[in-house]
Structures are given as structure tokens and as C-alpha cells.
């Protein structure tokens, strides 16, 4: 679970850099996923259920360049 979750953090980070930054609340919206939460699992500091795993994992995979 912890991989999946360094995983996801890193895609995370390239679509972030690809997107000049956009704020956080936005994303997290389209996500369809708590703001707060995610800040925490972003800095590290707790991991993603499965699920939330899986609205992340779907948006950037719609969203991520190449």
C-alpha cells in the first residue's frame, strides 16, 4: 500500500510541474477528493484508502502528458 501510494505521489508531482502549479482546491475537486486530506497525503504525512487511490490514480491518468 505505501508503494502505491509513493507511486501516485510521483505522478502526482510530474502532472503538477506539467500544469504550472494549478491550486490544489481545483484539482482536488475534479478529483472528486477532500482538499485536506490530500494536502496531508501530498506532504507525506498520511496514506490514501484504495479508493481515493484509485480518483487520483484515474485523474491523472486522464490528465498527465505523455
Known amino acids: 500500500m505505501q508503494d ?18 494549478p491550486q490544489m482546491k481545483l484539482v482536488t475537486n475534479k478529483m472528486g477528493v477532500d482538499y485536506s486530506h490530500f494536502a496531508k497525503w501530498r506532504a507525506g504525512k498520511l496514506d490514501l484508502t484504495d479508493n481515493t487511490l484509485n480518483k487520483v490514480e484515474r485523474f491523472l491518468k486522464d490528465n498527465l502528458k505523455g
Open 4 to 21: 502505491r501510494n509513493n507511486r501516485v505521489r510521483d505522478m502526482y508531482s510530474k502532472f503538477y510541474e506539467q500544469y504550472y502549479r
